[in-house]
């Protein structure tokens, strides 16, 4: 059996620009729904839902029936969690909150087998197909992609510094928490805020690095799209259930209210 190609990191090595989607929900169900609905790859996140490794495994699991790939963000930048995850099949990760060089080359050698890293070696796993992938020890660290999160002004300031370390696949810009450490708590949309986000994109473009946002709305994600984001995951699963189940009650009050003279 040979080991399963990163079409994920593929796509942006060969400079397609890529839309995905967030998934918070837990759901293996509404994991694969999303994955059938035709995204180039969804964000799969266990830093601010309860999602452990073992909820992480039943989503890859339902995802990769649709051929989408899957991103995962991982709670910390932790050498436990990266090795468990990837022995667990995932492929494409991104570690929240690196606030510098040192941090990022710690989250690149998480990820690596010696001697470029420190991942831990075992014979039989989920990513090796259970110890059936050919080569899967020298072949798996090509496979794997890291990306690390800016999600803070001091980060930004850094990301020059951040980008040039070897190893690292990409980066990606959290605008929420980015905004906060700005004191703009909420206010993504705050023009300081987006020139730093059009400002991150730009420098990455110019050093060929692969970047990546999340964006809440189409309309937002255009505006990243045009700054020069390379892929943008629009939408949370969560999110978008609430937000049409929202849009049903409001009409179906409406329809009442009028079916009642009122009331």
Known sequence: MDLPRNVFKQRLANNEKLIGSWLMSGSPIIAEAMGCVGFDYLVLDMEHVAIDVPDALAMMQAIEASGTPTLVRLLWNDMVLVKRILDAGAQSIMLPYVQNADEARLAVS?????????????????????????????????????????????????????????????????????????????????????????????FCNKIGKPIGIVAGTPEMSKHYVDYGYDHVAVGIDVGMMISRANEYLVTMREQKAKAVGGY
């Not at 110890?131 to 803070?152: P, S």
């Not at 070897?166 to 020139?195: C, R, W, Y």
Request: aromatic share 6%.
């Open 110 to 202: 998480y990820a690596h087998y010696p001697p470029a890293g420190v991942r831990g070696v075992a014979g039989l796993h989920r990513a090796s197909r259970w110890g059936n992938v050919r080569n899967y020890l020298k072949e798996a660290d090509q496979e794997i992609m890291v990306t690390v999160q800016l999600e803070t002004l001091g980060a930004i300031e850094k990301i020059e510094q951040i980008a040039a370390v070897d190893g690292l696949d990409g980066l990606f810009i959290g605008p929420a928490d980015l905004s906060a450490s700005m004191g703009l708590l909420g206010d993504i949309n705050n023009t300081k805020v987006q020139e730093l986000l059009e400002r991150g994109a730009k």
